[in-house]
């Protein structure tokens, strides 16, 4: 497709971009480039850029913060839009509520509510990634979960370019699933119900958990946080690391000596190598625990 049949995007509120590396747009470091990239300032640019994508049979693809996303080395054809640095609102609405924008960092969102003595965030302190792609994943650690703080979701339909709010008590969520995995709807952002507490004591257990992220996690290589889910029993990082695979590497991607459930990029990984460490992982972890491992990273 020829770069003239992007233009439409340029007369919206918003930054296109063409032939714009995902490799600066993922934790990962890795990937080619995105054939259009638009970033939205508003929910009708967005609508607007969706429906355009749609009448034109233009494949399209909807990005946060790239800390869940492996890319193909080769790019992606068709439309990315980005919500990270477009879609940023950010507001408490009463009564221990916040609605906060899908574009809006989750430790941007945590801080808010520190601000405000409102409680039941601290889990998703150092989660990186987008609000969004939180909603979307039903991201969660250290026995938390974000289904367990929200109230609704704000979607876009791009089918029909009509937005609602949906209930997040109606929808069928649970541990790394929501239906946004596979509904096609493009979520806005989400409201979200805390408690009251007291701001130091929330302060505190955020930095305690940020701590135990620093000395667990290897924060200081690039890469998309946990590769696997975690399995019906047991803990994918510690079969990982009872079949003796930290340290297994293909080229610059290797699974991390500090935690066996992150495979990181040392320094010139491809989607290859990673995909090849994975593989590799997969069945060897297969044949030894008997435990198929599904990944939690997206891959384009």
Not at 40 to 56: I, Q, Y
Not at 61 to 68: D, F, Q
Not at 144 to 158: C, H, M, Q, T, Y
Not at 263 to 281: L, P, T
Request: net charge negative; hydrophobic share 40%; charged share 25%.
């Amino acid at each position: 497709m020829s770069m003239e049949k992007f233009d439409f995007l340029s007369s919206l509120d918003g930054t296109l971009l063409y032939e714009e590396p995902l490799a600066g747009h993922t934790s990962f470091k890795i990937g080619g480039n995105a054939e259009a990239f638009f970033t939205p300032r508003t929910e009708e640019a967005l609508a607007k850029a969706v429906r355009f994508a749609n009448e034109n049979d233009i494949p399209c693809r909807i990005l946060g913060n790239g800390t869940n996303l492996l890319v193909r080395d080769e790019g992606v054809r068709g439309l990315v839009i980005a919500l990270s640095g477009g879609l940023t609102e950010l507001s408490e609405t009463g009564d221990g509520e916040i609605y906060c924008a899908a574009g809006v960092s989750l430790k941007r969102l945590c801080t808010f509510a520190l601000e405000r003595s409102l409680t039941g965030l601290e889990f998703a302190y150092g989660i990186p990634g987008s609000v969004g792609g939180a909603i979307y994943m039903n991201a969660g650690a250290y026995g938390g979960e974000i289904k367990n703080v929200l109230v609704s979701a704000r979607v876009l339909d791009p089918k029909t370019g009509s937005i609602e709010t949906l209930a997040a008590a109606g929808l069928d969520i649970s541990y790394r699933h929501t239906p946004f995995m596979t509904n096609g709807l493009v979520i806005l952002g989400g409201t979200f119900r805390l408690e009251k507490g007291d701001e130091e004591t929330i302060r505190a257990r955020m930095n305690e958990l940020m701590g135990k992220r620093k000395a667990s996690q290897p924060l200081t290589y690039p890469s998309a946080g946990s590769t696997f889910k975690r399995p019906k029993t047991g803990y994918a990082a510690a079969l990982i690391d009872e079949c003796g695979l930290k340290g297994f590497s293909v080229g610059d991607a290797e699974v991390s000596m500090k935690h066996a459930g992150f495979v990181i990029n040392k320094g010139s990984a491809s989607f290859d190598d990673v995909m090849r460490v994975i593989a590799n992982v997969r069945e060897t972890v297969l044949e030894k625990k008997h435990t198929y491992l599904r990944t939690e990273v997206e891959i384009w």
